[in-house]
């Protein structure tokens, strides 16, 4: 295996490419569409959380309508709760797109995808291996396959990356084989 790395502090082996693994094209994520398909999986993954203030707003809405106790402070706090909870997390993803140790995430990177890893490719001869029980999960979105790998960090392959519709069909075979994408 040969040695090539990303930057100098983490080394990387590069695995022998496969000859029938799915080429695309160079592509970077541009950053807002990172801070929209971070914020979308986070609401996604905390729409539980949500029932919370909704709670809060009906015990409030029945303790006033009973009389016990009326409080309408109690709707603009969970409404300032539930904006700054929001913000925050848009801050924070935001962020990442600033700090030094996310650039490589916004980099331009062409990909040899095959059933055993997906190798992100700076160049020729730098690059890094991803296998695929480090991805979480992934979907379909209307322009774009999306893997997430976590919480905020993304795979972000748009159609238009790929050289082939051919290579389009074995990219989402092996996704299925994976049970990455379901159905």
């Not at 000859?19 to 994520?29: D, G, H, M, Q, S």
């Not at 402070?73 to 904006?83: A, D, K, L, N, R």
Request: charged residues 20%; proline residues 4%; hydrophobic residues 45%.
């Amino acid at each position: 295996m040969a040695k090539v790395s990303v930057n100098k502090h983490q080394p990387v082996y590069q695995m022998p490419t496969n000859p029938a693994a799915v080429r695309t094209k160079k592509y970077a994520l541009p950053t807002q569409k990172y801070i929209s398909l971070a914020m979308r999986y986070f609401f996604k993954t905390q729409l539980k959380w949500g029932l919370v203030p909704l709670a809060l707003i009906l015990i409030n809405a029945v303790i006033n309508l009973t009389g016990v106790y009326p409080n309408l402070w109690i709707y603009i706090t969970v409404f300032v709760g539930v904006v700054l909870y929001i913000l925050f997390w848009l801050i924070q993803f935001t962020g990442i797109t600033q700090l030094a140790q996310y650039k490589p995430m916004f980099e331009k990177f062409s990909y040899e995808i095959d059933n055993r890893q997906i190798l992100m490719k700076l160049n020729q001869k730098e690059g890094s291996v991803m296998k695929w029980e480090q991805i979480l999960g992934g979907y379909k979105d209307k322009d774009a396959y999306v893997l997430v790998i976590s919480k905020g960090q993304f795979l972000h392959l748009p159609f238009s990356i790929f050289t082939s519709e051919h290579d389009i069909k074995v990219f989402e075979r092996i996704l299925k084989q994976k049970e990455i994408l379901k159905g």
